[in-house]
């Protein structure tokens, strides 16, 4: 028998196979990570520095992983709907990557604190409460 060896993606068939697409939030420009790769390379394969990249997406770490939603401009201050219910696992961050809105008007949004976290099932207002008469 004769075991083939799989070998790792290379980085350029991963840049490669990154597909940009638009955002249903006002089409901003965004892709999703398809393997873990270096911001680095994601900054020099779109010509975005790695400091924007990091403020449009509220990046800590210059690792991506895989699945993670990237921003190439700038996000919104309002989603493209009213509300949305938390699922199981999801941070914060995540729900504004999801829908394309900063991280901290989101938080301004929902009346929380930064760097609390929604429990499942919560309901997270992305655009602002109307008042109430």
């Not at 955002?23 to 999703?32: A, R, T, W, Y």
């Not at 009346?111 to 008042?131: A, F």
Request: proline fraction near 4%; hydrophobic fraction near 30%; charge should be positive.
């Amino acid at each position: 028998k004769r075991v083939e060896k799989i070998q790792a993606k290379t980085r350029t068939e991963i840049l490669n196979s990154i597909l940009v697409k638009n955002h249903p939030n006002g089409g901003i420009k965004f892709f999703v990570v398809p393997e873990d790769i270096e911001l680095s390379l994601i900054s020099q394969k779109f010509g975005v520095s790695e400091e924007r990249l990091k403020k449009y997406n509220e990046l800590e770490k210059n690792l991506l992983k895989k699945n993670q939603i990237i921003f190439l401009e700038p996000k919104n201050t309002d989603g493209n709907v009213a509300t949305y219910q938390v699922e199981v696992g999801e941070t914060m961050h995540d729900i504004s990557q999801k829908f394309g809105v900063k991280l901290y008007k989101l938080y301004a949004k929902n009346r929380m604190d930064d760097g609390q976290q929604p429990r499942v099932g919560d309901l997270i207002y992305l655009q602002e409460r109307k008042p109430r008469n």
